[in-house]
T-cell receptor
Framework: EAQVTQNPRYLITVTGKKLTVTCSQNMNHEYMSWYRQDPGLGLRQIYYSMNVEVTDKGDVPEGYKVSRKEKRNFPLILESPSPNQTSLYFC????????????FGPGTRLTVL | QKEVEQNSGPLSVPEGAIASLNCTYSDRGSQSFFWYRQYSGKSPELIMFIYSNGDKEDGRFTAQLNKASQYVSLLIRDSQPSDSATYLCAVRPWMDSSYKLIFGSGTRLLVRP
């Protein structure tokens, strides 16, 4: 089944404790992206990657890191989480070219205390 | 700042009625427009995309684009309770090679049985 997976789905952590949210897709998509979704603000792009070893900042990159060592994986790293990073996070992927329909993962609900 | 604006709703319609969802965008050069549906606690899923001025129909859904007025709308005919969800409008900015989508904050639709 073609899909984007994320882990964990739910996470409660404390300020300053490093964490990684994994994202993996099995559709051989070149493009992958991370979004956060907050009430009233919609989905905002954090980072994106056009292909392996190519990453760039989105609209709200502060406090986040990413890496793209393999085509299928695009982990999101919070080196020192803070309460303002409490949010619902989505990973998405698509082929480059064409209509660029982005397929979303199931989401990760993160709470930073 | 590129923006996509939607009325947050809720938009309440009776079962069988036509639901009309609207979206305006500020980047006059935007080229691609997407409607995503998001059920509570779930990830966004693409319903339709439109590139050209005019109407595009897919089953009970019709997307309408008016670039001169900078708005895009989604009509849902014969609305069903299962259509109750938040509908996200997304726009791909002009001359953006990053495949970034700018999302509105969504309109919540409630279809009353």
């Amino acid at each position: 089944e073609a899909q984007v997976t994320q882990n964990p789905r739910y996470l409660i952590t404390v300020t300053g404790k490093k964490l990684t949210v994994t994202c993996s897709q099995n559709m051989n998509h070149e493009y992958m992206s991370w979004y956060r979704q907050d009430p009233g603000l919609g989905l905002r792009q954090i980072y994106y990657s056009m292909n392996v070893e190519v990453t760039d900042k989105g609209d709200v990159p502060e406090g986040y890191k990413v890496s793209r060592k393999e085509k299928r994986n695009f982990p999101l790293i919070l080196e020192s989480p803070s309460p303002n990073q409490t949010s619902l996070y989505f990973c998405a992927s698509c082929l480059t070219g064409g209509i660029n329909e982005q397929f979303f993962g199931p989401g990760t609900r993160l709470t930073v205390l | 700042q590129k923006e996509v604006e939607q009325n947050s709703g809720p938009l309440s319609v009776p079962e069988g009625a036509i639901a009309s969802l609207n979206c305006t965008y500020s980047d006059r050069g935007s080229q691609s427009f997407f409607w995503y549906r998001q059920y509570s606690g779930k990830s966004p899923e693409l319903i339709m995309f439109i590139y050209s001025n005019g109407d595009k129909e897919d089953g009970r859904f019709t997307a309408q684009l008016n670039k001169a007025s900078q708005y895009v709308s989604l009509l849902i005919r014969d609305s069903q309770p299962s259509d109750s969800a938040t509908y996200l409008c997304a726009v791909r900015p002009w001359m953006d090679s990053s495949y970034k989508l700018i999302f509105g904050s969504g309109t919540r639709l409630l279809v009353r049985p």
